[in-house]
């Protein structure tokens, strides 16, 4: 845990973010919308991809006609104070493959959590040391983070009803390092940490709730520990960085040959993770669609390990989206979906104040090809307030996602 005097002391700090202020609490923050198609209404569940397909959902994975490539990346640029810093990276790649209309199967990657965030001070700090004043400052920064692999799997039960179930594996790492700067050199003191767990989703999709002869699309999803989130953390040695490249070689001191082998740590079910989702979808006209989805997530890890830039973690977070999409039609003259949401989101954080985040979806898509291509744009707007020491941080993230479908795995048909 940090200290008292440390913590008061980082209200005097600035910050450089690689991504945003939520990577320093705990192991990092954790990614809303993985694909393009689902960033710009603002939720998981409910059909976004085509009329009646989520990406991220695979009970509905079964109404697709084609075999899709899909892989999203994203650029996201955090803005607070007088500070603002922008970084690119993979949303997801999935595959996502069906099966006579019954059956459906996906394999995918993904970020799972990201710790991009640095943190520096302002000003220079003095101490006396035999009657002379020494000048320094302290750079703490940490990057990576657990991603996932996932293998998924969908099957229709009836006209009504379907279901699916997602095995996620956790694996990955991240790394921590604190740099204190005297008289211009740094003093580095690194550390590790590597992540392995296993997960579930589970999914129940159904069309049996009518409002005025239109069926109301229901689907809700649970994802829990089967394994949690086990922790091995590496501490290395500190070091006098004399070449100020930030890592350990022969040009340091001690240099890397008589540096000691680091201490190792193993920490289990640093995170149990358990979220549950309901989402609904109404068709107001013909391919015009009204979403609204709920969801709670929790944290009841042991967070044993204290490498938290911040000392505190996300134990806890809900959020509310309401969504408008209007649907293409394949084949003619109007290939275009249109997306726009709203979404409001509350963290409750251990050890400091609770974080709140409203924000703006939107997005549009293009179908082309026989076999339904997509491309994907989609645009985020969020602003946090309660942030530990920033306050207030406005987010924008820009994501573009393509689709290429196929009759890969597929019976061949006439088209």
Request: neutral net charge; hydrophobic residues 35%.
């Amino acid at each position: 845990m940090l200290s008292r005097k440390l913590l008061i002391s980082l209200l005097f700090l600035s910050f450089i973010f690689s991504q945003n202020s939520m990577s320093g609490y705990g192991f990092g923050s954790y990614a809303d919308n993985s694909d393009a198609a689902s960033v710009g209404v603002s939720n998981e569940l409910l059909p976004s991809f085509k009329s009646d397909v989520s990406l991220s959902n695979p009970s509905t994975w079964h109404n697709l006609l084609f075999s899709y490539l899909n892989t999203s990346v994203d650029v996201q640029n955090a803005v607070f104070q007088s500070s603002n810093s922008t970084n690119f990276s993979l949303s997801s790649a999935k595959l996502v493959i069906p099966w006579k209309q019954k059956m459906s199967f996906g394999v995918a990657f993904e970020p799972y959590l990201s710790r991009e965030v640095t943190i520096n001070d302002t000003t220079l700090t003095s101490f006396t040391f035999n009657d002379e004043e020494i000048l320094y400052s302290r750079l703490n920064s940490s990057s990576g983070g657990p991603s996932k692999g996932q293998l998924s799997f969908g099957y229709k039960l009836n006209d009504l009803d379907s279901i699916g179930t997602s095995l996620n594996i956790i694996f990955g790492s991240s790394r921590n390092t604190r740099n204190l700067i005297i008289d211009n050199e740094n003093h580095l003191l690194q550390s590790r940490d590597y992540f392995s767990g296993t997960m579930i989703d589970l999914f129940y999709s159904t069309n049996r709730v009518n409002v005025r002869d239109k069926p109301i699309f229901l689907s809700i999803a649970y994802s829990l520990p089967i394994r949690g989130i086990n922790v091995e953390n590496d501490s290395y040695q500190a070091f006098l960085d004399l070449n100020d490249n930030n890592y350990h070689d022969v040009n340091d001191f001690p240099n890397v040959g008589q540096a000691l082998f680091p201490l190792t740590q193993n920490f289990k079910d640093e995170l149990k993770i358990n979220s549950f989702i309901i989402a609904a979808d109404y068709e107001l006209k013909t391919r015009r669609h009204l979403q609204v989805e709920l969801l709670n997530w929790n944290d009841t890890g042991k967070h044993n390990l204290d490498s938290s830039l911040y000392g505190g973690f996300i134990k806890n977070k809900n959020k509310l989206s309401v969504s408008f999409i209007k649907f293409a039609q394949p084949f003619t003259r109007d290939p275009f979906n249109f997306k726009a949401s709203l979404f409001f989101q509350n963290y409750g954080v251990k050890n400091l104040e609770n974080v709140n985040e409203v924000g703006l979806g939107l997005g549009v898509g293009y179908n082309f090809g026989i076999t339904g291509n997509q491309i994907d744009f989609g645009y985020k707007f969020a602003n946090r307030s309660g942030l530990h020491v920033v306050g207030d941080e406005t987010i924008h993230m820009f994501n573009i996602g393509i689709s290429i479908g196929d009759l890969w795995f597929v019976k061949r048909r006439e088209i």
